[in-house]
T-cell receptor, first 113, second 115 residues
Framework: SQKIEQNSEALNIQEGKTATLTCNYTNYSPAYLQWYRQDPGRGPVFLLLIRENEKEKRKERLKVTFDTTLKQSLFHITASQPADSATYLCALGSGSSASKIIFGSGTRLSIRP | DAGVIQSPRHEVTEMGQEVTLRCKPISGHDYLFWYRQTMMRGLELLIYFNNNVPIDDSGMPEDRFSAKMPNASFSTLKIQPSEPRDSAVYFC?????????????FGPGTRLTVL
């Protein structure tokens, strides 16, 4: 069955360092992968999308890589700030599945001052 | 745009009672999704609609759960009768397929507690 795995443990990073979150998947051939941010008491918010034919995507301090051979995506936050503390979810999508996206369980990131 | 609107934001009810959760998607979006989020299972897709028609309800846990979308601007998720294990945060999300990215825009969620 399709499976998505994210860092199960919370990640604690010193402010200013680069945070790296991992998303691995099995039994799936996604057309694209998305990363969402979720703050306590709120719904997930879309951050970045990367397609299967793209190796890397950047947006300000965020960088996402996508390796379809390794079946893995890495999500980097450079120059991390306490305001980046949240839970980050990865989600896989396939154009053939009529908009059904499968979400990972998320990784909680804490940036300490 | 106000984004996806959900009501109520919090619901506390007793076991056996009927619960109705409401959602107004973003205007112009033609896909609507209902999710349930718990600590144990994360974010689970329950059902989704395209142009008001249910497409996939395989995630609906039991017959006690039902969802409707009578028009493009309104959907309900009903649980009857409710049970303590239904306690979770229920999210509604909408997306615009024409964008071909299927980015989903989530509402603030309804926190349901069944005593």
């Amino acid at each position: 069955s399709q499976k998505i795995e994210q860092n199960s443990e919370a990640l604690n990073i010193q402010e200013g360092k680069t945070a790296t979150l991992t998303c691995n998947y099995t039994n799936y051939s996604p057309a694209y992968l998305q990363w969402y941010r979720q703050d306590p008491g709120r719904g997930p918010v879309f951050l970045l999308l990367i397609r299967e034919n793209e190796k890397e995507k950047r947006k300000e301090r965020l960088k996402v890589t996508f390796d379809t051979t390794l079946k893995q995506s890495l999500f980097h936050i450079t120059a991390s700030q306490p305001a980046d503390s949240a839970t980050y979810l990865c989600a896989l999508g396939s154009g053939s599945s009529a908009s059904k996206i499968i979400f990972g369980s998320g990784t909680r990131l804490s940036i300490r001052p | 745009d106000a984004g996806v609107i959900q009501s109520p934001r919090h619901e506390v009810t007793e076991m056996g009672q009927e619960v109705t959760l409401r959602c107004k998607p973003i205007s112009g979006h033609d896909y609507l999704f209902w999710y349930r989020q718990t600590m144990m299972r994360g974010l689970e897709l329950l059902i989704y609609f395209n142009n008001n028609v249910p497409i996939d309800d395989s995630g609906m846990p039991e017959d006690r759960f039902s969802a409707k979308m009578p028009n493009a601007s309104f959907s309900t998720l009903k649980i009857q009768p409710s049970e303590p294990r239904d306690s979770a945060v229920y999210f509604c999300a909408s997306s615009l397929r024409r964008a071909t990215t299927d980015t989903q825009y989530f509402g603030p969620g309804t926190r349901l507690t069944v005593l």
